[in-house]
Each structure stands twice: as structure tokens, then as C-alpha cells.
């Protein structure tokens, strides 16, 4: 069975930073493109950032370009989001996402939360 | 990149057919058949529905049905049931390799 279980949210005050991670198990984790998908409280998806199987290939939403960094660990079957300069925007509930093999996921985590605020 | 534009909202009765909209642009929805459908019921993680503008994955009712025309693809869901009710987002591939979500539609089964 395919699980995706994020870890590392909470509350963080404006301009600090964060480690999300997402462990993966059920599959061949180094075969499939990863992505982060954000919700803010109330609100629609967002599309965070992808990361290719050997991470040479990345992309990132606008918004968060230059302050947020994805990675990923193969051996340790995890994903990870590196949130810097964190704004009071970025409050939502980080979910890791598996790609299916093309542009869309198909297995979701339960997602963590982060809340930036003072 | 804005979002993809949905109907806030929709509403049908039970055994009813809906459709829901997303309309985006030749950047993303009118280049792309990337288009997909998750559903997400209330405190859940969203679900796959459609991937592709019109494949369902395994599990998935064939009641979910998918469509797409130059720059708004649908979701058509038919003989609707109680449980149905939920948040749908469509999503898009772009042009500038990510993606892009529709703002969401708030299904009622009344």
C-alpha cells in the first residue's frame, strides 16, 4: 500500500524558517517525479514545487522561488521542503504528493500544518 | 500563472447528472492534455479522480467523467449520490513546466 506521511509543520514566526519532510513507503520511491501542494486555511490548492526521480529537474511556483528549496533523499525514500523567509501567506497545510507517471498525482499524505505568525 | 476558473459553487439531486467547468488559457488548459480532477471531502487529503482530461484511475466510480474543449475542460458527474459531496479542483501542466489549480467548486447534494 502506497503511504505518504509529511512531518515537520508548526508555528513559526515571520522571516524564519522550516523542514517539512515526507516518507514515502509502498513503492519504488526513486521511479516517480514528488511534489509539495499547499492549502491556506479555508482556501483552494496551490501548486508548491516538483522534483524529477534524480533530482536534476525542479520547478517551483513563483511565490516561493528563491525562499523554498525541495529535495529528496532516494536511500531514505523522503521527500523534503525547505521553507526560508517564511511570510504570513505561506500558513496552509503542506501535502506531499506522488506523480503518476504524468502531470498529476495520484497518492496524497494527510498533510502537516504550518502557521507563520507572530 | 493565475488560476484555473471554476464555478464556486454547484448543486444537484440525488440520481442527477452536474458539470462542472475550468477554464484556463493556451498556456495551460488549450497545449496541454494534462488535465486533472481531484475530489476532497471535508479535513481529507484530496483524492485522483480523472487524470489526463478524461481517464479514470482503478477504484474510480465510472460516474466520473472527464472532458476537454479548447480551453475548458469538465467534470461530468452522473447519477449523483450523497457522498459525492465534496470539493473538486481541476488542475493544468503549463506552458513554464508547473501547475496550475482551478480555484475549486463546492458540490451540494440537496
Known amino acids: 500500500e502506497v503511504q505518504l506521511v509529511e512531518s515537520g509543520g508548526g508555528l513559526v514566526q515571520p522571516g524564519g524558517s522550516l523542514r517539512l519532510s515526507c516518507a514515502g513507503s509502498?513503492?519504488?520511491?526513486?521511479?516517480?517525479?514528488m511534489s509539495w501542494v499547499r492549502q491556506a486555511p479555508g482556501k483552494g490548492l496551490q501548486w508548491v514545487a516538483n522534483?524529477?526521480?534524480?533530482?536534476?529537474?525542479?520547478h517551483y511556483v513563483g511565490s516561493v522561488k528563491g525562499r523554498f528549496t525541495i529535495s529528496r533523499d532516494n536511500a531514505k525514500s523522503s521527500l523534503y521542503l525547505q521553507m526560508n523567509s517564511l511570510r504570513p501567506e505561506d500558513t496552509a497545510v503542506y501535502y506531499c504528493?506522488?506523480?503518476?507517471?504524468?502531470?498529476?498525482?495520484?497518492?496524497w499524505g494527510q498533510g502537516t500544518l504550518v502557521t507563520v505568525s507572530s | 500563472q493565475s488560476a484555473l476558473t471554476q464555478p464556486a459553487s454547484v448543486s444537484g439531486s440525488p440520481g442527477q447528472s452536474i458539470t462542472i467547468s475550468c477554464t484556463g488559457t493556451?498556456?495551460?488548459?488549450?497545449?496541454?492534455?494534462?488535465v486533472s480532477w481531484y475530489q476532497q471531502h471535508p479535513g481529507k487529503a484530496p483524492k485522483l479522480i480523472i487524470w489526463?482530461?478524461?481517464n479514470r484511475p482503478s477504484g474510480v466510480s465510472n460516474r466520473f467523467s472527464g472532458s476537454k474543449s479548447g480551453n475548458t475542460a469538465s467534470l461530468t458527474i452522473s447519477g449523483l449520490q450523497a457522498e459525492d459531496e465534496a470539493d473538486y479542483y481541476c488542475?493544468?501542466?503549463?506552458?513554464?513546466?508547473?501547475?496550475?489549480f482551478g480555484g475549486g467548486t463546492k458540490l451540494t447534494v440537496l
Open positions: 504528493a506522488r506523480e503518476g507517471g504524468g502531470h498529476y498525482s495520484d497518492y
Open positions: 488542475c493544468s501542466y503549463t506552458t513554464i513546466r508547473t501547475w496550475v
Open positions: 493556451s498556456s495551460d488548459v488549450g497545449v496541454y492534455n494534462s
Open positions: 489526463d482530461v478524461s
Open positions: 522534483i524529477k526521480q534524480d533530482a536534476g529537474d525542479i
Open positions: 509502498g513503492f519504488t520511491f526513486s521511479s516517480y517525479w
